[in-house]
């Protein structure tokens, strides 16, 4: 027997709104920062185990890659923590308001801007 109902739409045919976009990407860079910072112990026990892995290190932190790899997940992190501040009060009933809310998603894109370009320009 064939069945002739209709699939389930796809979710590409779906409107992307900000609030499901922001949702992903908080998840998204959630894994991406725990394996970095995995990244981050790995690269701290090397230092940690003498100066010929110190020298290694310093070879390969001199990599262009990885300083983009590092500055992504700088912006992941500055992200992913005001994104989490936003979820903290939706949590607690304040800013559910549409308008509030695609408010405050501008601002954390800025404030994700603006944490990331001050942390860089000091390093």
């Known amino acids: 027997m064939i069945d002739n109902r ?3 739409p796809h979710l590409s045919i779906h409107k992307k ?3 499901s976009i922001f949702s992903i990407l ?3 860079t959630g894994i991406c920062l725990s394996f970095g910072s995995i990244l ?3 690269w701290v026990v090397f230092l940690s185990l003498g100066e010929n892995n110190y020298i290694f290190i310093k070879y390969i932190s001199s990599f262009f890659l990885f300083k983009i790899i590092l500055f992504l997940w ?4 500055f992200y992913h923590l005001f ?3 936003r979820y903290l009060f939706w949590s607690l009933g304040f800013g559910l308001e549409l308008k509030t ?3 405050t998603s501008y601002l954390v894109i800025i404030l994700t801007v603006i944490s990331t370009t001050v942390v860089w320009a000091l390093v």
């Open 74 to 77: 700088t912006i992941g992190i």
């Open 101 to 103: 809310v695609y408010n």
């Open 83 to 85: 994104n989490g501040i």
């Open 17 to 19: 709104i900000l609030t």
């Open 6 to 8: 209709p699939l389930s």
């Open 40 to 42: 981050i112990c790995i």
């Open 26 to 28: 908080h998840r998204v």
